[in-house]
């Protein structure tokens, strides 16, 4: 099955960095990778989802960029504010999701 | 629009009790999935239903049984529970799985404890 790793495990960052989070994923038939933000004690919401077909998405703050060929895809986040403070998984589906283990960012006022 | 909607939001059991855990969407989706959040572990499916009548294992089913009752309802049950079972369970629907996958929608959880 779809083995999903997922870096850091935690990121602190200042209020108006950006924040990188990294994954890799095993299986090459893998073709959709969406984004989850789970805010504490909270359902998962997804905030960005990208297909095999598509290098480079973009939604105001947040960019996905996938390199099919690496296998690994990444979350970023640009002038990062206090409510983006979260737990966020990737994760990647051929036919089923599985996510990673998550990262944990707190961003510094 | 509720959504989805899962009961109860907390329960505490005690080892070899059983329970279902009741979900249901209002989204007219097709697909639903139970999964299981443990720290550090990230969500990890326990069973799935890509459509009404098909069940299917997904990565951690042991210790569990599903029941896609019809479009709307999805419930997970479990028949002897385990302190190894303790975690928070998420329900999450889609309009479709599988090769062409949209967005789960996921419940608000059901935090589960066994003594």
């Known amino acids: 099955g779809e083995n999903v790793e997922q870096h850091p495990s935690t990121l602190s960052v200042q209020e108006g960095d950006s924040a990188v989070i990294k994954c890799t994923y095993s299986?090459?038939?893998?073709?959709?990778f969406p984004w989850y933000k789970q805010e504490l004690g909270k359902r998962p919401q997804l905030i960005i989802d990208?297909?095999?077909?598509?290098g480079e998405k973009k939604d105001q703050r947040i960019a996905v960029t996938l390199n099919k060929t690496a296998k690994h895809f990444s979350l970023h986040i640009t002038e990062t504010q206090p409510e983006d403070s979260a737990v966020y998984f990737c994760a990647a589906s051929d036919y089923k999701l599985s996510f990673g283990a998550g990262t944990t960012v707190t961003v510094r006022a | 629009n509720a959504g989805v909607t899962q009961t109860p939001k907390f329960q505490v059991l005690k080892t070899g009790q059983s329970m279902t855990l009741q979900c249901a969407q209002d989204m007219n989706h097709n697909s639903m999935y139970w999964y299981r959040q443990d720290p550090g572990m990230g969500l990890r499916l326990i069973y799935y239903?890509?459509?009404?009548?098909?069940?299917d294992k997904g990565e951690v089913p042991n210790g569990y049984n599903v029941s896609r009752l019809n479009k709307r309802e999805f419930s997970l049950r479990l028949e002897s529970a385990a302190p190894s079972q303790t975690s928070v369970y998420f329900c999450?629907?889609?309009?479709?799985?599988?090769?062409?996958?949209?967005?789960?929608?996921f419940g608000p959880g059901t935090r589960l404890t066994v003594l």
């Open positions: 239903s890509a459509s009404e009548g098909t069940t």
């Open positions: 999450a629907s889609s309009y479709s799985g599988g090769p062409s996958y949209n967005e789960q929608f």
């Open positions: 299986d090459s038939a893998s073709n959709y």
């Open positions: 990208i297909r095999s077909n598509v």
